[in-house]
């Protein structure tokens, strides 16, 4: 009989290298570094704010004489005076101007732009998302290619320097904005709530009204918010708009003209520190709007993306 072959025997396995784990203290020292770079551009963007509306503010309470003086100096009297000046020379008449056409402007943004943005995010038809890219559309157009039509037009509808006509423009112009980001919002809201809705006999419009819109209170007051500031500051739309059409037309500048006509009236005899009065009271209302709903704009901003 033959030999039984033998096996060849395995080679012993040797181990493998494995890369040790990082140390706890090396992470911690990274995180560290994070930190401390994170934290200090927030604080240098902080500065880069806070500075620039410390200065304006404390402006209004020097004299012309320390502004030229000493543009960076403190003031030696802190006179209250100079905002009733600044009130009394016309920016009083703006700031109401401005607040009679936002008090309509901003609640008819926000209710067409919400109507729009549910229909287009919550049922299916035809073309619904080519209405949809077309209010995206707008977004991305500039504002000063549309001016010289955008004048006739308001011009044929005998609406220029009124109320109304400015209004339906800050409409139009905010209404792409506003679609777009309610539409991304009530896309997140549970389709459960509204099947129940439906099913229970509700319509279309009290579903809308009671049940999704509620829902939607943080991506209403943020975009709310947004508009609100954004039609505060705009300069460009009523400079062309809200021009005296003749010598009887009333002037209804808003905060925006007012503070370029307050500086312009003032030729040689300059008033500094009502100019810089008035732009203060022209920045303080939106301050306090900002930063009494920051917390719900913040979590407007960060619901779409959690749920």
Not at 98 to 115: C, K, Q
Not at 161 to 177: E, K, R
Not at 250 to 275: C, F, H, K, N
Request: zero cysteines; aromatic letters at 14%.
């Amino acid at each position: 009989m033959s030999a039984p072959i033998k096996e060849p025997e395995a080679a012993p396995v040797r181990p493998s290298k494995v890369a040790a784990p990082p140390r706890p203290g090396d992470r911690r020292g990274e995180g560290v570094v994070l930190n401390v770079f994170s934290h200090g551009f927030l604080a240098l963007w902080a500065l880069l704010i806070v500075l620039p509306l410390l200065w304006l503010v404390l402006s209004s309470f020097k004299t012309d004489a320390q502004i030229g003086g000493s543009a960076f100096g403190w003031p030696q009297h802190w006179d209250l005076d100079v905002f009733s000046r600044a009130w009394e020379k016309g920016i009083g008449d703006y700031f109401l101007n401005t607040v009679i056409v936002l008090a309509f402007s901003v609640p008819l943004t926000m209710l067409l732009g919400s109507m729009a943005a549910y229909v287009l995010a919550r049922y299916e038809f035809w073309g619904n998302r080519l209405l949809y890219y077309f209010f995206v559309a707008g977004a991305m157009f500039p504002v000063f290619l549309a001016l010289v039509p955008l004048f006739f037009m308001v011009k044929r509808l005998d609406m220029l320097n009124t109320y109304q006509g400015l209004i339906l423009v800050y409409v139009a112009y905010s209404m792409p904005f506003t679609v777009f980001f309610m539409h991304a919002f009530f896309r997140t809201l549970p389709t459960a709530v509204f099947e129940a809705s439906i099913l229970d006999g509700a319509s279309h419009t009290r579903t809308f009204f009671q049940v999704m819109l509620p829902m939607a209170k943080p991506g209403l007051i943020s975009v709310g918010i947004f508009n609100t500031l954004g039609q505060w500051n705009q300069f460009i739309l009523p400079t062309v708009l809200m021009q005296p059409q003749s010598g009887d037309d009333p002037e209804r500048y808003v905060l925006t003209q007012g503070l370029i006509q307050l500086q312009q009236q003032q030729g040689y005899a300059s008033d500094l520190p009502a100019l810089f009065a008035g732009v203060t009271i022209a920045m303080v209302p939106m301050l306090v709007v900002y930063l009494s709903f920051q917390r719900q704009v913040q979590a407007g901003l960060t619901s779409a993306t959690l749920k």
